[in-house]
């Protein structure tokens, strides 16, 4: 995904549907994820399992570098602030690779389970 393809792609309504992994693949991926953890609650239905550069900026859409499980509360906090970039790169407020960083700089510095 690069800036000269987001017309083409992330900006098309629905373009992230026809990336998103199955979810049978993401909940194994949490499962795995959680059982590696040294989070205390290690409950898969306490979880969603998220994109760390999300579709919606052109992140890696099965890649296991690019997904975690994030508690729920935490998961539409970060939407929000997805939607928000999204937005933004859509309109040309801002770059891909600002929102990309931004988001990933919020993200690093969540707690991880």
């Keep these: 995904m690069t800036q000269s393809?987001?017309?083409s792609t992330i900006c098309v309504p629905g373009w992230t549907a026809t990336i998103r992994p199955p979810v049978n693949?993401?909940?194994q991926l949490k499962r795995q994820q959680l059982a590696?953890?040294?989070a205390a609650d290690k409950d898969p239905s306490h979880?969603?399992?998220d994109h760390i550069i999300p579709l919606e900026?052109?992140?890696?859409p099965s890649d296991p570098a690019n997904l975690r499980p994030v508690p729920f509360s935490q998961a539409k906090?970060?939407?929000q602030l997805e939607n928000s970039l999204h937005r933004a790169v859509c309109a040309g407020a801002m770059?891909?690779?600002a929102a990309r960083a931004?988001?990933?700089q919020v993200k690093a510095a969540e707690a991880q389970p």
């Design 5 to 7: 393809t987001i017309y």
């Design 25 to 27: 693949v993401t909940e």
């Design 36 to 38: 590696a953890s040294s």
């Design 47 to 49: 979880y969603e399992e």
């Design 57 to 60: 900026l052109g992140g890696a």
């Design 77 to 79: 906090a970060d939407d």
């Design 95 to 97: 770059t891909l690779a």
């Design 102 to 104: 931004e988001i990933e």
